[in-house]
């Protein structure tokens, strides 16, 4: 399995290291070739600031010519599969989808194929059918992690396992990446005495739904709560703001996934516990470097397979206070100035962190 690559290495670089002699591919047999890449939401920040930037600047670097669709379905199914369609009458050669529900893409990627479209499946695994790649982190992984992170840390605390436990707060339930996720996370919190006091998938990954949800249980379980494992950083903030409201201080350590900038200022001003540095360009970089292979009818390197389908997948890094700095500011992944203000100054300081 590829090991985590920092932001600061080149897109061009990491196309060297997936995919040997991809770079090197003369352009003029792909000029003008059309490929799409069709995102499933808008809850998180990270398709419009990092996915889909990513993914066109290293496209027009191996294929200056060639045209990228951009659609985002607003984490509606239906609308996804509208564009979808729409993509391969405007001519893409190549999709790369991130679906809304996981089930119903498999019918697309099947359709697609029947017609000579390619379909590279990515962030999320479309179970149902073979697509031709599967590009993404490593989600099994990422749940086992932020949960063993979070139990460790309350083992090392000295918190009891003994009348209290955990609440869970997982992804979209359509979503096939949140389901690898919940796996993880089983198995993360697993490795350690607690009980989980109850979980749940939260529609569509909406951080209010989170929120709701949330809220309910510490009225329900009070001061048994003692951590939460949320699946990505959206539902994680939801967490946090129904503790606030419900007067709860401290709020019990909450993990969350993506490393988002609200994420890590909440991390700064110690009311998340973790989240997961897994910087889009990455992956965004590796289906464009997928993308112009097929395009040229050859066969992407895979090292792994998941789901009957050819796969790359990345490991990220789990990130708490101690290594935010390290990890985040000093990898160039997001500035001092852009996280230390207003009332996270302060916190800044006690980390080491300057603009």
Known sequence: MTKFLSARLGMAALGIVLLSGTAAMAQ????????????????????EEHDFPGFQAEMKKLCETCKVLYLNADADATKQSQQFNSVITQGAKVIVLDPVDSSAAAGMVQAAQSQGVKVIAYDRPIPGAKADFYVSFDNQGIGKAIAESLVGHLTKAGVATDGVGILQINGSPTDAAAGLIKDGIHEGIATAGYKTLAEFDTPDWAPPKAQEWASGQIARFGAQIVGVVAANDGTGGGAIAAFKAAGVNPVPPVSGNDATI?????????????????PSEIVAAAAANVAVTLLKGETPKAETTLYDTPSQLFVPAVVTAENLKAEIVDKGIVGAEVLCVDRYVDGCKALGITP
């Open 28 to 47: 003029a047999d792909i000029a003008n070739s059309t490929v799409a890449f069709l995102m499933p939401d808008q809850a998180s920040t990270r398709y």
């Open 262 to 278: 609200a994420a890590l200022q909440l991390i700064i001003a110690g009311d998340q516990y973790n989240t997961i540095s897994k």
